[in-house]
């Protein structure tokens, strides 16, 4: 059951649990919530402290009682920390703490700041625990751990792994990093370079690196690493150079690679045995990996596996998608190309499929299949559901039973026109002939999304107080010709040229509210420039995002108000994340630095710099002018006549 | 075209270039002697010749000189196809075929490589200095070609490159190397729609 968080308390036990977390994941575990009553009922109790929701006593009691969604609420740390990228391991990007709430949000200062001074995209989230905050640089993915504990923060350990300059040729996209992990007590991500590194977060010494895949032949890491019991799983990137696309897992104490299962390919390769069970007949049936395709061409499919992974513990699942098809031009792969731009269920133990979904069969467009899997559970059809949202870069929100695979509805969430809608019996979508991009060498006018889709990477949240999701929303369209092409190792696999243009209003982006019941949109917040950070949603019922211009915002969760703004000095591509600090008062901390592929609407007048700084906010009232005067013998030392200044 | 085809196509290229370098060092002493000439050349059929030999281009610095030497070889190694349509043409395929367009763009412009129609060349704008780039690659995400792209084509993709408009001819190398150039049209008739200094 949960863990009742009391008044007095709260800073040893968050101690206590840090510890926890730090001390293994099988603690971590321990100290989550199993009820399936959402994240909520954790501070059920009525003496609930300031900084933890106090009076919910059901999850999603202010919405609609029983018709609303909750979440599962596994792998939740202590309600002070933060210590994985989508805090739980539903990814839910859902924090409890409520000191900050739509009462006050109009408060928030900026209490200090951290320049990491690498100029690329900074798309991770700051991790928290043991009164240390972990940020991770965009290559050359230098780790920064500071001391929550005094003022300003300053550096507690600096790690810098070298990786190989070579990677940053590899990598489509900018240079950026997803994210890192606490576990263990190791801090635990990604290099550029295609290693996985392992560093004592109490000291930054390295205590593992494992080469896991050969950055020469086009493949890159960029994705933030999962722990799930006693495995790191990480996978690749590289759907513009012709990889072939896999999730491996890495042994948590020693970084050995343990298992390894390809996006395409034959059975054998994609792990796929007697225990995988799509729901949809078009995805049954042996060696498909290799048989949808070409000959051969599966090789260089892609299907990286450069996006969020999620974790079920109770079904013993993992989710992880499958990037866009290689190469763009799909005029040289006929065939429905599996199982790139889809998702698989499978074991974290053995990495064997449980089943599979592929969002966008022979694709065309670039459509990845990498976003987040939120996982939920939720009313439908008189019954509960446990279920997996996955907001497409097709532009549909798909809701998917995480058990079965079976799809429950899927609608547009964003504006599209390349189908017309999803195959009710196959659920294949229907494509709109003229968005259809086959002919090499052929404008194709107006296809909405473009490759990067309604939405992108950038991670949506999900409050079970509210029992909606918040999800960055892209308003962006296309001109689109193939072009042949042909592979040559540790070079582009493209095959494509294009034009983008943004689509109807004339905002590129949009913050929305959606309601997965009724699969609806709640409400919006139009922006003038994309919307690429992700979300962070807390018990105070705010959420908060930022815009690519560099406006970082709290929004009223249930009615989109915004309550207060603060212009970033560059665009925000991060998400966004709360913690209590040691002094007992709520914070939140957000990295700036525009990047990644919001770069592609560089041309926009008024885009912004390039940057690499977090933001770290507190309530006006609670920030004190620190005396960090020097000290006095050392200020006669600068006055030194004849001294310069 | 397959890999496969540009392979054979390509290294039969190779040999047959391997006996045509009879302009070899007289272009390091004279170079207008022969910078006329390849054109004439190509379109007779003959083979190329006239390309500046592997161990001159080898002595092209990549920085500065030490000691604040003139760097005069980047001035004085001259395109051997400078101005000729025919081979911008064939760097244009060139630049197609062997995915360059992928990373800087089909238009030159930039995406995952850097733009190369703007007069910031991190490794040198010259000729000179963009064979060198290409042949040997540099660290941060230009492969080396040198084995993959016989070397009369590296210089036909440097015509086209500077068919862009935004590298140095040799006669303005040092100009460019000391970044006096600005965002100056650096070739006649170049049209540099919405150029970029962003790297």
């Avoid at chain 1, 709109?432 to 490759?451: L, N, S």
Wanted: a neutral charge; proline letters at 7%; one cysteine or more.
């Amino acid at each position: 059951m949960s863990a009742p968080l009391l008044f007095n308390p709260l800073r040893r036990m968050r101690t206590v649990l840090s510890l926890g977390i730090l001390g293994g994941v099988a603690i971590l575990a321990a100290c989550a919530t199993k009820d399936n009553k959402g994240i909520s009922a954790t501070s059920s109790d009525t003496t609930a402290p300031p900084g933890t929701t106090a009076s919910t006593t059901t999850a999603g009691a202010n919405m609609t009682g029983a018709t609303a969604p909750t979440g599962p609420g596994w792998g939740i740390p202590a309600a002070a920390d933060w210590t994985t990228q989508g805090r739980d391991y539903a990814n839910t990007r859902y924090s409890p703490l409520a000191t900050i709430d739509t009462t006050n949000a109009a408060d928030l200062r900026i209490a200090w700041t951290f320049d990491d001074g690498v100029l690329h995209g900074q798309e991770g989230t700051p991790l928290v625990a043991n009164n240390t905050m972990y940020i991770v640089t965009p290559f050359p993915d230098i780790a920064y751990a500071l001391d929550l504990t005094k003022p300003g923060a300053p550096i507690k350990w600096v790690y810098r792994p070298n990786p190989a300059p070579i990677a940053i040729g590899k990598a489509c996209c900018d240079v950026v990093n997803r994210g890192w992990q606490l576990a263990d007590g190791k801090l635990i991500y990604n290099l550029l370079d295609g290693h996985t590194v392992a560093v004592d977060a109490a000291t930054g010494k390295e205590v593992w690196r494992t080469q896991v895949y050969d950055v020469t032949q086009g493949v890159t890491m960029t994705m933030a690493p999962l722990i799930v019991k006693d495995k790191v799983l990480v996978g690749n990137s590289g759907g513009e150079m012709g990889v072939l696309g896999s999730l491996t897992a890495l042994d948590l104490k020693t970084g050995r690679i343990v298992w390894q299962a390809t996006s395409t390919g034959p059975d054998s390769l994609v792990k796929i045995g007697s225990d995988f069970k799509p729901f949809y007949k078009w995805m049954q049936g042996k060696d498909l990996g290799v048989t949808t395709w070409p000959a051969g061409a599966w090789k260089n499919g892609a299907g990286a596996v450069w996006g969020w992974i999620t974790y079920d513990p109770d079904l013993n699942l993992i989710y992880a998608g499958t990037s866009n098809t290689g190469p763009w031009n799909a005029d040289q792969r006929p065939g429905l190309n599996l199982w790139t731009s889809g998702v698989f269920a499978r074991n974290p133990d053995s990495g064997m499929a449980r089943w599979a979904f592929v969002f966008t069969p022979h694709n065309q467009w670039d459509y990845d299949g990498v976003n987040e899997n939120i996982l939920v559970n939720v009313p439908y059809k008189g019954q509960t559901r446990k279920v997996m949202v996955q907001f497409n870069r097709n532009g549909f929100a798909y809701m998917i039973d995480r058990a079965t695979g079976e799809v429950l509805s899927a609608k547009p969430f964003g504006h599209e026109n390349w189908a017309s809608g999803i195959d009710s019996v196959t659920k294949m979508p229907i494509v709109v002939p003229e968005k259809e991009t086959k002919v090499p060498g052929h404008w194709v006018r107006d296809i909405c999304p473009a490759d990067i889709g309604v939405k992108d990477e950038q991670p949506a949240a999900f409050s079970p107080q509210t029992g909606l999701f918040y999800v960055p929303v892209q308003n962006i369209c296309m001109d689109y010709k193939g072009r042949k092409v042909s592979y040559i190792a540790g070079t582009p696999y493209w095959g494509a040229d294009m034009t983008r243009h943004v689509g109807p209003g004339g905002n590129y982006g949009e913050f929305i509210a959606w309601n997965p019941v009724t699969g609806e949109k709640v409400w919006g917040i139009p922006e003038k420039f994309l919307v690429y950070s992700g979300v962070l949603v807390t018990g105070g019922d705010l959420a908060f995002y930022g815009t690519v211009d560099g406006w970082f915002r709290a929004v009223n969760a249930r009615t989109g108000k915004v309550l207060w703004s603060q212009k970033l000095g560059s665009g925000i591509i991060g998400a966004p994340m709360t913690f209590i600090g040691p002094d007992g008062h709520q914070y939140v901390s957000v990295l700036a630095g525009v990047g990644g592929a919001s770069m592609v609407t560089q041309a926009m007048p008024g885009f912004p710099a390039r940057g690499g700084t977090l933001y770290t906010f507190e309530l006006a009232p609670n920030i004190k002018s620190v005396d960090e005067t020097p000290a006095a013998g050392m200020s006669t030392v600068s006055k030194k006549p004849g001294a310069k200044p | 075209m397959t890999i496969r085809r540009i392979f054979v196509r390509r290294f039969s290229h190779v040999t047959r270039l391997a006996t045509g370098l009879s302009c070899a060092f007289t272009i390091a002493l004279s170079i207008s002697a022969c910078s006329g000439a390849p054109e004439k050349i190509a379109a007779g059929g003959s083979g190329p010749v006239g390309l500046p030999p592997d161990s001159l281009m080898q002595l092209v610095a990549l920085g500065d000189i030490a000691g604040g030497h003139p760097n005069t070889l980047t001035v004085q190694i001259k395109n051997p196809y400078e101005g000729s349509i025919a081979a911008a043409d064939a760097g244009r395929q060139q630049f197609i075929d062997m995915n360059c367009a992928a990373c800087h763009g089909y238009d030159g412009r930039g995406g995952m490589g850097p733009n190369l129609t703007d007069t910031y060349w991190r490794y040198g704008g010259s000729p000179a200095s963009i064979y060198n780039s290409i042949y040997q690659g540099r660290p941060d995400g230009m492969p080396a070609w040198g084995r993959m792209i016989p070397r009369d084509d590296i210089w036909k993709l440097v015509t086209y490159i500077q068919s862009l408009g935004g590298s140095f001819p040799a006669s303005l190398a040092e100009s460019g190397r000391q970044g006096n150039l600005g965002d100056k049209d650096t070739t006649a008739g170049a049209t540099l729609k919405g150029r970029q200094n962003d790297h």
